[in-house]
T-cell receptor, first 114, second 115 residues
């Protein structure tokens, strides 16, 4: 199993550009989520999904879109990048409600918006 | 609303000693899960331990244990016999299980183990 994979690992964008951060998992997990991590802020939930075709907003959804057409993939789209979106982005997946619930994280994507 | 509070921005501990990292939470949901994660300087997020709100016993995973005090709404992480490799950021997190399934994280505690 590859676990949770994220691409790219690092990206530089100019203000106003759009891009998609890819996330995939091969564990057949129902739950997937996107977080951003800024210094001193911990991880903040952007969007999450409890299954294919179902998505919902997290704490900081503005400027981001998601879709979940398959169980495996959960891409995050930046519509018009802004310097405030410079951050480290983590994708995660899990099977909620299990006895020993574990959320697995991808390695992260470092995004710099100039 | 859900809330996780970690009041210790940084902690020091001597190698081989035990250390407790504090975490308090707030939720109105009677069913929830509590988690601790480790983030070393390399940046990856590593799951350490999970405690369900209805679990009768405190969770343990090797040198990690979770001191769960439900009435106080606290879920402190205890690391026994600290090692130099334990130096990292530690995050407490919570997920309500009968509502929105959202995870929320605290701001973290940076632990430094001294030789």
């Amino acid at each position: 199993n590859a676990g949770v994979t994220q691409t790219p690992k690092f990206q530089v964008l100019k203000t106003g550009q759009s891009m998609t951060l890819q996330c995939a998992q091969d564990m057949n997990h129902e739950y997937m989520s996107w977080y951003r991590q800024d210094p001193g802020m911990g991880l903040r939930l952007i969007h999450y999904s409890v299954g294919a075709g179902i998505t919902d907003q997290g704490e900081v959804p503005n400027g981001y879109n998601v879709s979940r057409s398959t169980t495996e993939d959960f891409p995050l789209r930046l519509l018009s990048a802004a310097p405030s979106q410079t951050s480290v982005y983590f994708c995660a997946s899990s099977l909620p409600g299990r006895v020993r619930e574990t959320q697995y994280f991808g390695p992260g994507t470092r995004l710099l918006v100039l | 609303a859900q809330k996780i509070t970690q009041t210790q921005p940084g902690m020091f501990v001597q190698e081989k000693e035990a250390v407790t990292l504090d975490c308090t939470y707030d939720t109105s949901d009677p069913s929830y899960g509590l988690f601790w994660y480790k983030q070393p300087s390399s940046g990856e997020m590593i799951f350490l331990i999970y405690q369900g709100s209805y679990d009768q016993q405190n969770a343990t995973e090797g040198r990690y244990s979770l001191n769960f005090q439900k009435a106080r709404k606290s879920a402190n992480l205890v690391i026994s016999a600290s090692q130099l490799g334990d130096s990292a950021m530690y995050f407490c997190a919570m997920r309500e299980t009968s509502g929105t399934y959202k995870y929320i994280f605290g701001t973290g505690t940076r632990l430094k183990v001294l030789a």
